[in-house]
């Protein structure tokens, strides 16, 4: 069955502006015509009656009364002043209606047919009627001699010819409808061409299908949504979009990030944002339409459990390849121990032997003493041996003290503490000896203190900000992450140069108070 396709709206919009013009135009000129046919028959009126005034006061007329056959003198009299006045007919009578002229020489003689009445009183008739001619606009006004009505004079124009006149105005009102009618017709199609482009030649149910289906689409998609107009202001968030940005049904103030996303209205791929307690990742498209910006797209991903798994499992893979390389350097040294046994040099092993479990135990001793927290205890072993795979020394201040019974969650304590020391870390990677991270994590005064320090090059200006990072890539979220958990906590962070160069970092979260 073929589909019967409606008419786009553009299409609409020209017929129906066609329509509404040609009926606005039709009204204005039935009406022009209508005052052009009233002012032709008043103009017709006051010609008659004119005319018959002056043939009733001529001396002629008054003279030729008095005569055997007043027609032989009036009727050539007449016919000149008709002919000299374009009129139809002029007709001298008696006050018994008895014409003494007329158009038709034969109807002489004969009644006139018409009102009189008023005439013979002295006043004057006006009238629209059917007459020997056909219809006619005429006048009849009395001829007077010495106060006394004697005769009657009537003088008529046919409507038919009141039309012909009328229709020799025509071209004054249609060229100027034509026109009308043309530029109207031309404006109409160019507005409708400039929709049909605009709309794509889309007809009204198809567009309230195509909102209908894209509204859904976009409150149903797991992804955020925000689009934004060519000025950068916000226009749309859907549902997703709200939850990941924490905006309320009546809110579209954005996260300065996104805003900035925003603003800068370029094409972004993959671009990692901090929004809230969220880690989003952004990808944002420009929209460009005949080779104007017209707006922005921007889509927002939640990787913020993605992120934490993926920084645990950095953790684990340092971790393990610590572990990997202690495991080697342990079975050198196993290797070493056995061998020296056969050979019978048993205290020297034992002196070997001892020496490094020594060496373990003290770095164990020392965390654990410092650190009763066993998430961040074990975080800093894993570092510490991490750090001793890199080369680089990881020192844990003596000064340290903080218990298992803090209020801060584990969490917040290993994002702030892992990542300023993977950071101090990278740092000093590219450095000559000694390749020293130092590290303070201190409960007093109703806060707790983390400071890290390293031997690197130092930090530049704006390092806790989104996407700065001391790996060639400069994509981290580490300092990032570690402001955003001071800002949750009204923490604050401080970055000096460390007494022997490098950065040294200071993260003070305070304490929530703790009910009784």
Known sequence: MPITRRWSIARQLFVLQVLVVTTLVAIGTAGAVRLAQEDTEQAAIDQVIGIAYAVANSPTVVDALHEPDPSAILQPYTESVRLATNTTFIVVMARDRTRFTHTSPELIGRPFIGSIDDALH???VVEKSVGTLGESVRTVVPVTERGAVVALVSVGITTHALNQKLLSRTPAVAVPTALALLIAAAGSWLLSRRLRRQTHGLGPAEMTRMYEYHDAVLHSVREGLVVADRAGRVTLVNDEGRRLLGLTDDSLDMPPE???????KTTVADEPV?????????????????GQTVGTVLTLRDHTELRTLTGELDSVRGLTEALRSQAHEAANRLHTVLTMVELGRTEEALQLATAELAVAQQLTDQVVGAVSEPALAALLLGKSAQAAERGAQLVIDEDSRLGDTTPLPSRDLITVVGNLVD?????????GPPRVVTVLVREADGEVLVRVGDTGPGLPEGAFTRGWSTKARGRGLGLALVKQVSDRHGGSIGVTAGPGGGALITVRLPLPAVVP
């Open 122 to 124: 002295g006043g004057t």
């Open 258 to 264: 996104v805003s900035e996303l925003l603003a800068a």
């Open 423 to 431: 950071n101090a870390l990278e740092a000093v990677a590219g450095t």
């Open 274 to 290: 901090l929004a809230g307690d969220r880690v989003l990742v952004a990808n944002q498209r420009v929209i460009r339409s005949e």
